[in-house]
């Protein structure tokens, strides 16, 4: 409730005074917008792009080529349903669904990289985690923390109806109940990371719904390519072991 309030309070000053703080800064999110406003955990983040304009990036992000498999180029598209989104989408759903509870930002890398720098208000969750067996325990209370119902002895009849669609029965499998789940916008290191786009086939897989999944395709090297803010998480544990 506490950083509720103080992020209204900080975006209200925000819209505010917008005019004069975009007036007073040369590399801006949009013109309109200087910074955003994220939560990360129990921090808010002020998520802006940095000002030093011969700013380059290094390290693993400013390399260019990978052996293929497995660094190939992703295609745009990666599951029918599924909306490929870019980084001012990626700001969008911050201050959207993942202020509102209704989301999360989900780093699928390993937590190693995810412990060396993510995206603010990213939640760790690695794709392993989504490609565990379908009776696997932890897999189980991942996708009930995602706000996923299990369903036990499901009438064999009411079941039939569902699925010839005369009862809600779309966001809904023999085994689970997903029509209440978190919208999930899933990203790993860049267009040519197979990991958020095998951690959204595994949700596809078990009957997420497409529509409540998001694909952040160009990842930390594209976050990083334009100076975007990044945070080094104190928190280390993983959404999955929490």
């Given at each position: 409730?506490?950083n509720?309030?103080?992020?209204?309070?900080?975006?209200?000053?925000?819209?505010?005074?917008?005019?004069?703080?975009?007036?007073?800064?040369?590399?801006?999110?949009?013109?309109?917008?200087?910074?955003?406003?994220?939560?990360?955990?129990?921090?808010?983040?002020?998520?802006?792009?940095?000002?030093?304009?011969?700013?380059?990036?290094?390290?693993?992000?400013?390399?260019?080529?990978g052996?293929?498999?497995?660094?190939?180029?992703?295609?745009?598209?990666?599951?029918?349903?599924?909306a490929?989104?870019?980084?001012?989408?990626?700001?969008?759903?911050?201050?959207?669904?993942?202020?509102?509870?209704?989301?999360?930002?989900?780093?699928?890398?390993?937590?190693?990289?995810?412990?060396?720098?993510?995206?603010?208000?990213?939640?760790?969750?690695?794709?392993?985690?989504?490609?565990?067996?379908?009776?696997?325990?932890?897999?189980?209370?991942?996708?009930?923390?995602?706000?996923?119902?299990?369903?036990?002895?499901?009438?064999?009849?009411?079941?039939?109806?569902?699925k010839?669609?005369l009862?809600?029965?779309?966001?809904?499998?023999?085994?689970?109940?997903?029509?209440?789940?978190?919208?999930?916008?899933?990203?790993?290191?860049?267009?040519?990371?197979?990991?958020?786009?095998?951690?959204?086939?595994?949700?596809?897989?078990?009957?997420?719904?497409?529509?409540?999944?998001?694909?952040?395709?160009?990842?930390?090297?594209?976050?990083?390519?334009?100076?975007?803010?990044?945070?080094?998480?104190?928190?280390?544990?993983?959404?999955?072991?929490?």
């Open positions: 409730m506490k509720s309030i103080v992020f209204c309070v900080l975006m209200c000053a925000s819209s505010i005074s917008v005019s004069a703080q975009a007036a007073n800064v040369e590399v801006k999110i949009t013109e309109e917008n200087a910074h955003a406003m994220v939560n990360h955990g129990d921090e808010l983040i002020k998520a802006e792009r940095i000002q030093d304009t011969s700013d380059t990036i290094d390290g693993a992000f400013a390399g260019t080529s052996p293929c498999p497995p660094f190939c180029v992703k295609p745009q598209n990666i599951e029918q349903g599924v490929t989104v870019a980084e001012l989408e990626v700001i969008r759903f911050t201050e959207t669904a993942l202020h509102s509870g209704k989301g999360l930002l989900v780093d699928v890398r390993a937590p190693g990289s995810y412990r060396k720098e993510t995206i603010p208000g990213s939640t760790n969750i690695p794709f392993t985690e989504f490609e565990k067996p379908a009776n696997d325990p932890d897999l189980v209370v991942l996708l009930q923390r995602l706000g996923a119902k299990q369903r036990s002895d499901v009438n064999v009849v009411m079941r039939s109806l569902e010839a669609g009862f809600d029965g779309e966001d809904k499998t023999d085994n689970w109940d997903f029509s209440e789940v978190k919208s999930l916008l899933l990203w790993c290191d860049g267009p040519w990371c197979e990991q958020s786009p095998r951690a959204i086939s595994a949700l596809i897989s078990m009957g997420y719904p497409a529509d409540k999944l998001y694909y952040y395709r160009g990842g930390m090297q594209m976050w990083q390519s334009l100076g975007l803010s990044t945070v080094v998480p104190t928190d280390l544990s993983t959404f999955a072991s929490n």
